[in-house]
């Protein structure tokens, strides 16, 4: 029985030690989403940032942004980043007026992510005034 004890003790750290392991992204804005409401075109420049953490205990590396069309990536994390460190990717909307849902794939090894990919998204409805 002690021996059972003593292997199940063993078996429970070593998988709470696996969980916490490798880089892990978390980032500021609410479901990962930036929100830019109701926005005139003539007085936006659609220039937003999605600013991350790295809450792991390895650093991160951001491998390649991609975005759907009528958003461009204006800059990303190009360094790695490690662990407790901030970066940001500043994106940018084309400023169509209409509504705005658009995806950003992120690509990394972050572990709390499946295969480190994440979605990022933005939305809103740009105005024509």
């Given at each position: ?6 292997l199940?003790?063993?078996l ?7 969980a916490?392991?490798g ?5 500021k804005?609410?479901?990962n989403t ?7 075109k003539?007085?936006d420049?659609?220039i ?6 790295n ?11 991609q ?12 360094d790695?980043?490690?662990?407790g ?11 169509n007026?209409?509504?705005i ?6 690509e990394?090894?972050?572990t709390?992510?499946e ?12 105005l024509?005034n």
């Amino acid at each position: 029985m002690r021996k059972t004890l003593t292997l199940l003790a063993i078996l429970i750290f070593s998988c709470i030690g696996f969980a916490q392991n490798g880089a892990k992204i978390e980032f500021k804005a609410e479901n990962n989403t930036i929100d830019y409401g109701k926005i005139s075109k003539m007085k936006d420049n659609g220039i937003r940032e999605f600013i991350f953490t790295n809450t792991g205990d390895k650093p991160l590396i951001i491998y390649s942004v991609q975005s759907t069309s009528s958003c461009t990536i204006l800059s990303k994390q190009k360094d790695t980043i490690l662990p407790g460190k901030k970066g940001e990717i500043k994106v940018k909307y084309n400023m169509n007026p209409g509504p705005i849902r658009k995806t950003i794939t992120v690509e990394s090894n972050a572990t709390n992510y499946e295969n480190g990919r994440i979605p990022l998204k933005i939305k809103g409805e740009v105005l024509a005034n």
